[in-house]
């Protein structure tokens, strides 16, 4: 079977979250499985090349946008058995950043048009179109309304996934003819309508012949409006083409055994060194701890949805009581400023990294005991599954895929629980819950136990690629 991805960003090459991440090792995953799998996504400015990487340009494809004609210079590399295809315009892509310009509604729709114009010139023609989140959600919609009657397109399916229902690329309606080339009647009667503006999420739903959600916990909390965001209405009716698959993580990537970035590997047979580890960073950090000292964490972006509200008076509740803490993340200048603040009353016990670092996370991840992910919602999450995968004890709230990937331990079941839980998004609980965790650390035959089993935990992708490969065969006759 032939699939395409079409995403705004995808690892190796270019990443700002776990969509990349997704992206990536579903395909990696699928073409393990046999299928031909190819990505296509914008060529940004800072594009991640390796040394012995070749990046080849294989055509020019124009786009018009209104009356407006621009170019996509095309080009392709292959890694891990995926076939990249690379979208340049440097107008719109050569930029320092991937998102957050005041002309995204334009760049997105540039991309998705070049998306559907590549595939017809350069005789690209997929079994299943699988389109991620809101960037390329119009691709289906294009393609439905203006290319049905077309023998190259009249027998492609659409899979859209939803990963963040927070962002749904919403536009101005004078933009969809403008853009796109699309009668205002698809507006003006509904199809395409939300909040008085175009939706492209709206338009993936709409017009894939499956919808799919990365964990079964949010394919239920996107039928409520808070939860959808207010696209539940849609979703609901669309409920026979609607599912949930739990996400996985890159077990090539996340190994402790084999990590690139560890001072000391290890495996299950031998977590204790993990508290070589541990000193290890922290002499690089400039901690002051010993093996004994817990050690909470967070690898994050550091913004509302990922609970840092909770996350703040449990840092100090850990520092108080003799805990340690690093953070690892970027964000809301607010929450990078709170934690500034505390580490400058805590300057032996807490460390911090404004920004990405790749190797610094896995450093993190492999040094502590315990991992903060207390989210206000998270549609998966990859975080406390790398945490489990490196033997560290995730404290989350029960929401989307969080709920269906941590087991929180009640005191009585040592032989399942993989982790700590709690279900009010409210500091009382939070607090809580991470005084119960301490009390565990000082409990080391428990806590080695949950440890043990954090690291038995199979979540890596085999499981959710044949699913995915179900899903692409219901559609494709």
């Known amino acids: 079977m032939k699939i395409l991805m079409v995403a705004s960003e995808s690892s190796p090459l270019a990443k700002t979250g776990g969509l990349a991440d997704v992206v990536y090792a579903l395909s990696k995953e699928l073409a393990i499985l046999g299928e031909e799998v190819s990505v296509v996504m914008p060529f940004y400015g800072n594009i991640k090349r390796s040394p012995d990487q070749e990046i080849r340009f294989v055509a020019n494809v124009q786009v018009p946008l209104g009356w407006r004609f621009q170019n996509a210079k095309v080009y392709k590399t292959f890694i891990d058995g995926i076939t990249f295809y690379l979208l340049e315009n440097e107008y719109y892509f050569g930029r320092e950043g991937f998102y957050g310009y005041d002309d995204d509604t334009e760049r997105f729709a540039f991309f998705s048009v070049a998306v559907r114009n590549m ?26 309304i203006q290319n049905s009657r077309t023998k190259f397109f009249n027998k492609m399916k659409f899979v859209v996934t939803i990963h963040n229902p927070a962002f749904q690329g919403e536009f101005h309606p004078d933009l969809l003819p403008d853009f796109y080339d699309i009668r205002k009647e698809y507006f003006d009667d509904g199809t395409l309508r939300y909040r008085d503006k175009v939706n492209a999420l709206k338009a993936a739903i709409v017009f894939a012949d499956k919808i799919n959600t990365v964990s079964p916990t949010h394919a239920e909390e996107l039928l409520t409006p808070e939860g959808s965001k207010g696209l539940d209405g849609i979703l609901k009716l669309r409920k026979n083409d609607f599912s949930g698959i739990l996400n996985g993580i890159d077990y090539d990537e996340f190994n402790p055994q084999t990590d690139k970035h560890l001072p000391f590997r290890y495996g299950k047979t031998r977590p204790g060194i993990k508290t070589k580890n541990k000193l290890e960073l922290f002499k690089e950090l400039g901690i002051k701890g010993d093996v004994d000292t817990p050690l909470f964490s967070m690898v994050s972006r550091l913004t509302w949805q990922k609970g840092i509200d909770l996350v703040l008076p449990a840092i100090v509740e850990v520092l108080e009581k003799g805990g340690n803490v690093v953070v690892v993340g970027s964000g809301e200048h607010g929450y990078e400023q709170a934690l500034e603040e505390l580490r400058a009353r805590y300057p032996d016990r807490m460390a911090i990294y404004i920004g990405y670092n790749n190797p610094l996370a896995h450093r993190v991840y492999a040094a502590s005991d315990f991992f903060f992910m207390p989210s206000l919602f998270e549609p998966c999450g990859i975080g406390q599954m790398i945490a489990q995968r490196y033997g560290t004890l995730p404290i989350v709230r029960t929401t989307g895929g969080l709920k269906d990937t941590v087991i929180g331990y009640d005191g009585t079941n040592e032989d399942v629980a993989d982790g700590f839980v709690f279900d009010n998004y409210d500091e009382y609980w939070m607090k809580l819950t991470t005084n119960y965790a301490l009390e565990q650390y000082k409990n080391q035959k428990v806590f080695k136990k949950l440890r043990r089993n954090a690291m038995e935990k199979n979540n890596d992708w085999s499981e959710a690629g044949k699913k995915y490969l179900a899903l692409y065969k219901s559609i494709v006759k």
């Open 119 to 144: 595939m017809q010139a350069l005789k690209i023609k997929p079994d299943v179109v699988h389109v991620h989140d809101y960037h390329g959600g119009m691709v289906p919609a294009l393609i439905k």
